[in-house]
């Protein structure tokens, strides 16, 4: 079993910037890849992030390309993702997730095994 805990969410004006992390405890070995993903009321859950444990390779959902950076610390097992020039509809619950396989895709959520508790993220105009 992997636990996931993530932190770093709150109230930011638009324009601003948010820092969440996302510290994994637990068999922690089973680390392929980490990601983020966000649902906002009323839509499904949205993918935006995707880091490759070891090798580092990223991905990044078309609405967040350029403003949000996935980032890693391999001693920690913790993941981030920097939120810089945040909009309103980036308002939303962010998750972090565990890919433990290295099969399947990056941005269905249906491809993760573990899920953290979700962090609210809120941006207003």
């Known amino acids: 079993q992997v636990q996931l805990v993530e932190s770093g969410g709150g109230l930011v004006q638009a324009g601003g910037s948010l820092r969440l992390s996302c510290a994994a405890s637990?068999?922690?070995?089973?680390?392929?890849?980490m990601g983020w993903f966000r649902q906002a009321p009323g839509k499904e859950r949205e993918f935006v992030a995707f880091m490759h444990w070891s090798g580092g390779s990223t991905y990044y959902g078309d609405s967040v390309k350029g403003r949000f950076t996935i980032s890693r610390d391999n001693v920690k097992n913790t993941v981030y993702l920097q939120m810089n020039s945040l909009k309103p509809e980036d308002t939303a619950v962010y998750y972090c997730?565990?890919?433990?396989?290295?099969?399947?895709?990056?941005?269905?959520?249906?491809?993760?095994?573990?899920w953290g508790q979700g962090t609210q993220v809120t941006v207003s105009s």
């Open positions: 997730a565990l890919k433990s396989y290295y099969s399947g895709n990056y941005y269905s959520p249906g491809e993760y095994d573990y």
């Open positions: 637990g068999r922690t070995f089973s680390i392929n890849a």
